[in-house]
Structure formats: C-alpha cells, structure tokens
C-alpha cells in the first residue's frame, strides 16, 4: 500500500527498512500498534473469525479488541476517518449475535509491505 512519504521518510531515504518500517506505523499510519498488528495477522490467518476468538488468541480483552477491529475495519458506518480499511467486519449468517472478520486486499497487503520491511 502506497502512503505519501513524510518528511522524515523523505530526509532519510536510507535508513535500514526496519527503521522505516517502524517509523511508518508509529507516523505515517497514525500509530497503529503491535495488538493491532496481531490481530491482522490472526485474521489473515482464520479468515471469518470471530472477534471474540481473535481476542483470545491474542490474549487481549473482548472490549479492546472490539476498539482496535473498529479503527482497522472498513466500518459499518461508510465514511468513519478513523476506519483503515484493513478488515471486513460482518454478521456470521448462521449466528447473528456474531461478527466474522476477514481481511481486505489494503490489509493484505499493509502486512505484506510490513514482512517485506523487516
């Protein structure tokens, strides 16, 4: 996924891919942290897994989960800013009390730009 350069990005063309890997999620992408980077790839995964199940395997509080998935989703409200675009967030048919979370091609995609970073 293509980002404008900031201008530290800019000032340090280079610098290790590590650094500008770091530098990226910590700037660039608005400080998506560690957790939510866990749950892409617990996503990327099990594709259509619950946030419930993504929570546990990740070793984090349903709630917080719940928040993270919210910023990282396309979002059931079209037009949210905060909303990345990274997961599909959408009812299970065959439990409605359930959400399944899948991962977009921007979040496919951000993960592998990250892998190819580090």
Same mark, same amino acid.
């Given at each position: =996924?293509?980002? /404008? ?9 280079? &610098? /290790?891919?590590?650094?500008?890997? $770091? #530098?990226? @999620? ?9 957790? &939510?980077?866990?749950? @892409? *790839? /617990? ?6 897994? &619950?946030?419930?199940?993504? *929570?546990?395997?990740?070793? =984090?509080? #349903?709630?917080?989960?719940? =928040?993270?998935?919210? $910023? $990282? ?8 800013? &905060? ?20 991962? /977009?091609? *921007? ?6 730009? @990250?892998?190819? *970073?580090?």
């Amino acid at each position: =996924m293509k980002k /404008t350069p900031c201008n530290l990005c800019k000032a340090f063309p280079d &610098s /290790t891919p590590a650094n500008r890997a $770091l #530098h990226r @999620l910590a700037t660039c992408w608005g400080g998506i942290d560690l957790a &939510s980077i866990e749950l @892409l *790839a /617990t996503i990327e995964a099990q594709p259509g897994i &619950s946030i419930k199940t993504a *929570a546990e395997i990740c070793g =984090m509080d #349903h709630r917080a989960a719940q =928040m993270k998935i919210a $910023l $990282l989703s396309t979002g059931r409200r079209q037009g949210r800013s &905060s909303a990345r675009g990274f997961v599909t967030d959408e009812r299970n048919p065959y439990d409605r009390r359930e959400r399944q979370l899948d991962l /977009t091609p *921007a979040g496919a995609e951000f993960l592998e730009d @990250l892998r190819r *970073a580090l």
